[in-house]
């Protein structure tokens, strides 16, 4: 006797009784296997059919060979999984609704009560807000370390650090910090390291592999690489979603433990999304890096505006010589960075000339986030993020610059326009 059901399938045959509505939906034709294109096809699924209850029994919703629900895995975002894997240099991947669900991920699968977390002093804002609001109500400390001094690392030291957070650089304040310091001081101590990689990208330098050329098991690196694909990966500004990546297998399965027991699925679309846009991230990245290091060095040249330029390719930016140590390379003398730079306007101008140069601008609308095609502009207030005033900067207004896809003749020109705009303004008096 053959077996009824569908080798492939494994549904039974249509039954020639079934009403309209059943044979729509158990209706048997399946196109042929051996689909091939470009892009993966997009799987979307909350139930995953199962052949048989002996199939069903013997899958394992972390068994990265089978399918069990929508939540656990598609076809789509186990691509996706894989290929950022390969970009940041590890070899497990998590997916999360955003890069701040990532960080909360992270803290969430790693941290219990009494224990305590380490944060950089110009940590991603709303991580901090996380660990303040969200973990303290668990029992979960934090403290604060400066990102420049290595040595602060051992004076915010407890007996219940767990986990340092690193970033590289500063999302707003652009210090690079001397990752192999970082690292080698938190690893002596017991305590594992996570990286916030969304500047570096996977591209900037290894965050597994932070001294080139140690053998295979040798390497030193961050045991958890945080991206929020929200920016570069997705590359255009409508896509949320962030990952975490190890090398660690028994890590990768903590975080898989606490990522299947919050629930934190991602859309097939979203993935989509972001699958459709990585072949062109190198590109993007290259661009945006080279239009932003050009403004930020035109910004560098107008010092009777700017009292600081904040880029860590920049000589004189906070951490420079931090970021040619991980980003330079023989290959890549110039190194790569973010599409990112901050300025501090000269103390003279007035927070409303400031915010008058910020609503001239045309091409750089004003809004949060990078990496996608629209370049933007922000203005921060140092004072609410970091008090007291951190030494190594200056006194004054700071705006952060995302560089997007534009020509970055017309970047230029429209900081020109915006200048004068500031200018004007201290002419009506309003300053
Ligand atoms: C944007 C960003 C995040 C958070 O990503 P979302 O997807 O917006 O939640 C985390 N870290 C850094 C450095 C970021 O720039």
Same mark, same amino acid.
């Given at each position: 006797?053959?077996?009824?059901?569908?080798?492939?399938?494994?549904?039974?045959?249509?039954?020639?009784?079934?009403?309209?509505?059943?044979?729509?939906?158990?209706?048997?034709?399946?196109?042929?296997?051996?689909?091939?294109?470009?892009?993966?096809?997009?799987?979307?699924?909350?139930?995953?059919?199962?052949?048989?209850?002996?199939?069903?029994?013997?899958?394992?919703?972390?068994?990265?060979?089978?399918?069990?629900?929508?939540?656990?895995?598609?076809?789509?975002?186990?691509?996706?999984?894989?290929?950022?894997?390969?970009?940041?240099?590890?070899?497990?991947?998590?997916?999360?609704?955003?890069?701040?669900?990532?960080?909360?991920?992270?803290?969430?699968?790693?941290?219990?009560?009494?224990?305590?977390?380490?944060?950089?002093?110009?940590?991603?804002?709303?991580?901090?807000?996380?660990?303040?609001?969200?973990?303290?109500?668990?029992?979960?400390?934090?403290?604060?370390?400066?990102?420049? +001094?290595? !040595?602060?690392?051992?004076?915010?030291? =407890?007996?219940? %650090?767990?986990?340092?957070? @690193? $970033? /590289?650089?500063?999302?707003?304040?652009?210090?690079?910090?001397?990752?192999?310091?970082?690292?080698?001081?938190?690893?002596?101590?017991?305590?594992?390291?996570?990286?916030?990689?969304?500047?570096?990208?996977?591209?900037?330098?290894?965050?597994?592999?932070?001294?080139?050329?140690?053998?295979?098991?040798?390497?030193?690196?961050?045991?958890?690489?945080?991206?929020?694909?929200?920016?570069?990966?997705?590359?255009?500004?409508?896509?949320?979603?962030?990952?975490?990546?190890?090398?660690?297998?028994?890590?990768?399965? +903590?975080? !898989?433990?606490?990522?299947?027991?919050? =629930?934190?699925? %991602?859309?097939?679309?979203? @993935? $989509? /999304?972001?699958?459709?846009?990585?072949?062109?991230?190198?590109?993007?990245?290259?661009?945006?890096?080279?239009?932003?290091?050009?403004?930020?060095?035109?910004?560098?040249?107008?010092?009777?505006?700017?009292?600081?330029?904040?880029?860590?390719?920049?000589?004189?930016?906070?951490?420079?010589?931090?970021?040619?140590?991980?980003?330079?390379?023989?290959?890549?003398?110039?190194?790569?960075?973010?599409?990112?730079?901050?300025?501090?306007?000269?103390?003279?101008?007035?927070?409303?000339?400031?915010?008058?140069?910020?609503?001239?601008?045309?091409?750089?609308?004003?809004?949060?986030?990078?990496?996608?095609?629209?370049?933007?502009?922000?203005?921060?207030?140092?004072?609410?993020?970091?008090?007291?005033?951190?030494?190594?900067?200056?006194?004054?207004?700071?705006?952060?610059?995302?560089?997007?896809?534009?020509?970055?003749?017309?970047?230029?020109?429209?900081?020109?326009?915006?200048?004068?705009?500031?200018?004007?303004?201290?002419?009506?008096?309003?300053?």
């Amino acid at each position: 006797m053959v077996d009824p059901r569908d080798e492939r399938t494994g549904s039974a045959p249509p039954d020639r009784g079934w009403s309209l509505a059943t044979a729509l939906i158990h209706h048997p034709y399946r196109p042929p296997a051996g689909f091939d294109a470009p892009q993966p096809g997009v799987f979307k699924a909350s139930t995953v059919f199962f052949p048989s209850v002996a199939a069903m029994r013997a899958r394992h919703w972390s068994d990265r060979r089978g399918y069990t629900y929508g939540l656990h895995g598609t076809p789509t975002s186990f691509t996706l999984q894989e290929r950022l894997a390969t970009l940041e240099g590890g070899s497990h991947c998590t997916l999360a609704p955003s890069g701040l669900a990532a960080i909360a991920l992270v803290d969430l699968s790693l941290l219990a009560a009494g224990d305590e977390v380490l944060l950089p002093q110009n940590a991603y804002g709303p991580g901090l807000a996380l660990a303040r609001d969200e973990l303290a109500r668990y029992g979960i400390g934090h403290r604060l370390y400066d990102p420049l +001094r290595p !040595e602060s690392l051992s004076e915010s030291w =407890g007996p219940r %650090v767990r986990l340092v957070w @690193v $970033e /590289a650089a500063g999302s707003v304040t652009m210090e690079f910090p001397d990752l192999v310091a970082l690292v080698e001081r938190s690893h002596r101590s017991g305590a594992l390291v996570a990286l916030d990689n969304t500047w570096g990208s996977g591209l900037a330098f290894r965050p597994f592999d932070l001294v080139p050329g140690r053998s295979a098991g040798q390497e030193l690196g961050v045991d958890l690489s945080v991206h929020a694909l929200t920016k570069y990966p997705s590359g255009g500004g409508d896509v949320l979603m962030g990952s975490v990546v190890t090398r660690d297998a028994v890590l990768h399965r +903590r975080i !898989e433990q606490t990522h299947m027991r919050l =629930g934190l699925g %991602v859309g097939a679309n979203d @993935v $989509e /999304a972001v699958l459709r846009a990585l072949p062109s991230l190198e590109l993007r990245y290259d661009a945006q890096d080279a239009a932003a290091r050009t403004l930020a060095r035109w910004c560098a040249r107008r010092s009777d505006v700017f009292a600081q330029v904040l880029h860590p390719a920049l000589e004189g930016s906070p951490g420079h010589a931090h970021w040619r140590v991980s980003c330079c390379t023989a290959q890549r003398p110039g190194g790569r960075a973010a599409g990112l730079f901050s300025v501090i306007f000269d103390a003279r101008y007035s927070q409303a000339q400031v915010d008058a140069f910020c609503d001239a601008l045309r091409c750089f609308r004003l809004g949060y986030s990078w990496g996608g095609p629209v370049s933007l502009v922000m203005p921060y207030d140092i004072q609410s993020l970091r008090a007291p005033w951190p030494a190594h900067l200056a006194r004054g207004s700071l705006v952060r610059f995302s560089v997007g896809l534009e020509a970055v003749e017309d970047l230029q020109r429209d900081l020109e326009q915006g200048l004068r705009a500031l200018e004007r303004h201290a002419d009506s008096g309003q300053g």
